[in-house]
Every structure is written in C-alpha cells, then in structure tokens.
C-alpha cells in the first residue's frame, strides 16, 4: 500500500508561470515532509522540508504547503525556470525511525 | 568538502554473477541507504543500517545482502544477479535530525544481461 503518492507522472509548464507538484500520503503518523529534486544521471538532491506542526514552508522560489486534514502538500514554484526541469519526488518521515517513505516522482518540464 | 560516493557508475554483468556496488560517505553519517530507481516506482529501499555492524532489510530485499564493517561504507552485493535487478542503484546517507534528510550518491546504472 503506497504511503506516498504522487499521481502525476508528468507536468509541463511555461517559462515563469508557476509550477504546482502535489503530493498525498495516507499515514496521519508523519512528522516531516521533503521534497528533493532529480536531474537526469544524478542522485536526488534535497530542496525544501516541512514539519507537520506548519502549514508553510518558503525558501526563495520555491513553497511547500502543508494541508493535514486533507493529507496533502503542495510544491509551489514561482517563477518557473528553464533549470527547473528535472524529477520532484515527495517524501514522507517520522520521529520513530530514519527512513524516507517515497512518491513516485513527477517529471516537471519547464517549456521556453 | 564531505561527500557520498558510488563505484561502479556503470556495470553491465551476467545473470547469475556476484555483483558488488560500493558505496562511501565522508560525512560520517550513523545511517546509510540502498535504493533502486525503476521508471514508476520511485525510490525502493533495498536494504539500509543505522550503525557499524548493524543491517536491516528494506521493501526489495530479496537478493541483496549488505556488511556494514565501519561508519564509511555500506556494500551492496548481488548474490546471484538476474535481469529482473537491471536498475540504478543509489546509496544515501543521513544522520538523526533534520527532518531526516539524506544525501545521495551519484548512482550506479546495472545492467544485467
């Protein structure tokens, strides 16, 4: 049963509009939210996290909004750059052990 | 600077070979991860340890084995390689706190033929 999913396989966007990535989990438990962010024939790199005593989380162009009743969280990227065409993948943890549960992923193109 | 590092980057091996993909960190992290990438599934754990000498199995176990002799390195050996295990493989690492973050490596891309 996937914790974690992220029910967008793909996303396409124009250049400096603003890109949402969504994400649900099922596991009420969580304490913390990631998002990191995968180029092609590299290893994911670490973008932004969220505690779930927040509801926002702002770091430059990039916000992760946190909806716990809902259990969902959102990826606002705003304006939207040429760069940021890569993989985002959401992950989920908690206090009681060091693992990352994973979505999927979705592949965000960002279009000149 | 400290860093997470994978050897092979590329390995193309037969079915039934033994197969070893190394993995080192310098950030002297207590955890490291296992992970297999495969298009729709995302990031599976594979196998993962908390410490020197201790190992735990992940979701995709079966197959793999690890040793964790010392806080640097967390080898992944296929025992017996099949085609179903044609993949990239990624190593991470992370230390308590900070939400839990990890730090990747760069990959091994595996073929098995």
């Known amino acids: 049963d996937q914790q974690v999913k992220q029910n967008s396989p793909s996303l396409s966007v124009q250049e400096g509009r603003i890109s949402i990535l969504n994400c649900d989990y099922t596991?009420?438990?969580?304490?913390?939210f990631l998002w990191y962010k995968k180029y092609p024939a590299e290893g994911p790199t670490f973008l932004i996290s969220?505690?779930?005593i927040k509801d926002k989380n702002e770091d430059g162009r990039f916000t992760v909004f946190l909806n716990k009743s809902a259990k969902h969280l959102s990826l606002h990227i705003v304006p939207s750059q040429p760069g940021d065409s890569a993989v985002y993948f959401c992950?989920?943890?908690?206090?009681?052990?060091?693992?990352?549960?994973w979505g999927a992923g979705t592949k965000l193109i960002i279009k000149p | 600077d400290a860093e997470i590092t994978q050897s092979p980057r590329h390995k193309i091996t037969e079915t039934g070979r033994q197969v070893t993909l190394a993995c080192h960190q310098t950030?002297?992290?207590?955890?490291m991860f296992w992970y297999r990438q495969d298009l729709g599934h995302g990031l599976r754990l594979i196998h993962y340890s908390y410490g020197v000498q201790d190992t735990n199995k992940g979701e995709v176990s079966d197959g793999y084995s690890v040793s964790r002799s010392n806080t640097e390195d967390l080898p992944l050996t296929l025992e017996s390689a099949a085609s179903s295990q044609t993949s990239v493989y990624f190593c991470?690492?992370?230390?308590?706190?900070?939400?839990?973050?990890?730090?990747f490596g760069p990959g091994t891309r595996l073929t098995v033929l």
């Open positions: 950030w002297n992290h207590n955890n």
């Open positions: 991470a690492s992370s230390n308590s706190g900070r939400y839990n973050e990890q730090f």
């Open positions: 969220i505690s779930s």
């Open positions: 992950a989920a943890s908690s206090d009681s052990n060091y693992q990352l549960i």
């Open positions: 596991n009420s438990m969580f304490d913390y």
